[in-house]
T-cell receptor, first 116, second 112 residues
Framework: GAVVSQHPSWVICKSGTSVKIECRSL??????MFWYRQFPKQSLMLMAT?????????EQGVEKDKFLINHASLTLSTLTVTSAHPEDSSFYIC????????????FGPGTRLTVL | AQSVTQPDIHITVSEGASLELRCNYS??????LFWYVQSPGQGLQLLLK??????LVQGIKGFEAEFKRSQSSFNLRKPSVHWSDAAEYFC??????????FGPGTRLSVLP
């Protein structure tokens, strides 16, 4: 149980294009989902917290107009990197918190984004 | 503000040897503590977690961790390391309704 998927697992795009990454909780409902960014050989940095049916809460320094987050249902959150640039290349990982439980997050396998 | 430190950036052990990965945290209240493992190019897998009660917690893959409040530590241990344990290990701290804060990670290499 508690499986989180991400799609795509990797994507290469041209500079200036937009890329959408999906995060799904497969066997549970996730009231809250989180989006992290991880640079090579570094730890995870929280980008934003996404609650179903409401606007995402962004961490300081994260451009909300560049990283659009939509949490349309209890099993799906999407991250859209708009007008991507090479510096946006990174490993993006989502996690989901089951229902009202506030103790554990289950992580997706990550999406490798490369912007040329 | 809460923070997590993992003093060892990289540890190398021989297969079959014991392992201890250190984690120290700074938090205003009793935190929830987690250890996650990440293989290259993969997401994070939960090894174990501590919320309350017994300070020695057992996890998957033969790992255990001990919460020591007096030292603000939550060190991860394994009595005998396998080659498949080579990965990046992250300690994280959180609290009810709060976001996770991750440590910088410790990379484990295992010698045959």
């Amino acid at each position: 149980g508690a499986v989180v998927s991400q799609h795509p697992s990797w994507v290469i795009c041209k500079s200036g294009t937009s890329v959408k990454i999906e995060c799904r909780s497969l066997d549970f409902q996730a009231t809250t989902m989180f989006w992290y960014r991880q640079f090579p050989k570094q730890s995870l940095m929280l980008m934003a917290t996404s609650n179903e049916g409401s606007k995402a809460t962004y961490e300081q320094g994260v451009e909300k107009d560049k990283f659009l987050i939509n949490h349309a249902s209890l099993t799906l959150s999407t991250l859209t990197v708009t007008s991507a640039h090479p510096e946006d290349s990174s490993f993006y990982i989502c996690s989901a918190r089951p229902g009202q439980r506030t103790d554990t997050q289950y992580f997706g396998p990550g999406t490798r984004l490369t912007v040329l | 503000a809460q923070s997590v430190t993992q003093p060892d950036i990289h540890i190398t052990v021989s297969e079959g040897a014991s392992l201890e990965l250190r984690c120290n945290y700074s938090y205003g209240a009793t935190p929830y503590l987690f250890w996650y493992v990440q293989s290259p190019g993969q997401g994070l897998q939960l090894l174990l977690k501590y919320f309350s009660g017994d300070t020695l917690v057992q996890g998957i893959k033969g790992f255990e961790a001990e919460f020591k409040r007096s030292q603000s530590s939550f060190n991860l241990r394994k009595p005998s390391v396998h080659w498949s344990d080579a990965a990046e290990y992250f300690c994280a701290v959180g609290a009810s309704g709060q976001n996770f804060v991750f440590g910088p990670g410790t990379r484990l290499s295992v010698l045959p």
